[in-house]
C-alpha cells in the first residue's frame, strides 16, 4: 500500500464516521427533565407475532440476497417463523413507562427497561424512531442556565454515539456482527 492510498483510506473511513456521526446527530435531540411518574403497562400483544413474522420475514428474504431462489424461500419462511416467535414472546408481559417533566415545559413518557427512580434527573435522548434516557446530575434540571455549553455537549456525542449504535444493530446481518452490535449498543446506550 503506497502513502498515496494509506491516506485515502484515513480521510475515506474518517468521512464515514463523520457522516454517520451528522446522520445520528440531525436525528437525536437531547432535552432534561426529572422523572414524575413510573408505570408499567401491559405490552400491546396482538401485533406482537404477525409484526414480528413480517420483520422476521423480511429478513430472512434479504439476507437470501444473491443466493438460490430456494434458498431465498427457506430463509424467508425460517425468518418469518422465528419472528412470529420472536414477536410473541416481546409482545408477552409487562414494560416500564417513565414520565419525564421536562425542564423546558412539558412531559414526555419513556417506554424503556431501567433502573431509575422517581425525582431522578435525566437526559432524554429522542428521534431517530429510537428514544433513550440517562441519569444525570441534578444540576441540570435545577440549573441547566448555567451548566456550561460543554457538558451537554458531552450528552449530545453520546446521544449520537447510541444512535449509531443502534442503527449498527439493525443494520447487523450475520449472528455474529448481532451479537457485537447488541454488546456496542449495550455500552453506548445504557446508563
Known amino acids: 500500500m503506497t502513502i498515496r492510498s494509506a491516506t485515502a483510506a484515513v480521510f475515506l473511513i474518517a468521512g464515514l464516521f463523520t457522516a454517520g456521526a451528522l446522520q445520528a446527530a440531525s436525528m437525536m435531540a437531547v432535552s432534561y427533565g426529572t422523572i414524575t411518574g413510573i408505570s408499567q403497562q401491559e405490552r400491546d400483544t396482538g401485533s406482537g407475532s404477525r409484526g414480528g413474522a413480517i420483520v422476521g420475514g423480511l429478513a430472512g428474504f434479504a439476507t437470501g440476497r444473491g443466493q438460490s431462489g430456494s ?45 431509575f427512580r422517581m425525582g431522578d434527573c435525566v437526559s432524554v435522548e429522542r428521534g431517530g424512531g429510537s428514544n433513550n434516557m440517562r441519569r444525570v446530575s441534578s444540576e441540570f434540571c435545577t440549573n441547566n ?47
Open 145 to 191: 442556565d448555567r451548566i456550561p455549553a460543554q457538558y451537554k455537549a458531552e450528552h449530545q456525542r453520546e446521544a449520537d454515539e447510541c444512535a449509531q449504535a443502534t442503527q449498527r444493530l439493525l443494520s447487523a446481518q450475520t449472528d455474529e456482527e448481532i451479537r457485537n452490535a447488541q454488546t456496542i449498543m449495550n455500552i453506548l446506550c445504557q446508563d
Open 71 to 115: 434458498n431465498r424461500a427457506l430463509r424467508t419462511l425460517a425468518g418469518g417463523a422465528l419472528g412470529s416467535a420472536a414477536g410473541r414472546t416481546m409482545a408477552s408481559g409487562t414494560e416500564t413507562v417513565y414520565t419525564v417533566s421536562l425542564i423546558d415545559g412539558g412531559t414526555v413518557r419513556i417506554v424503556m427497561e431501567g433502573n
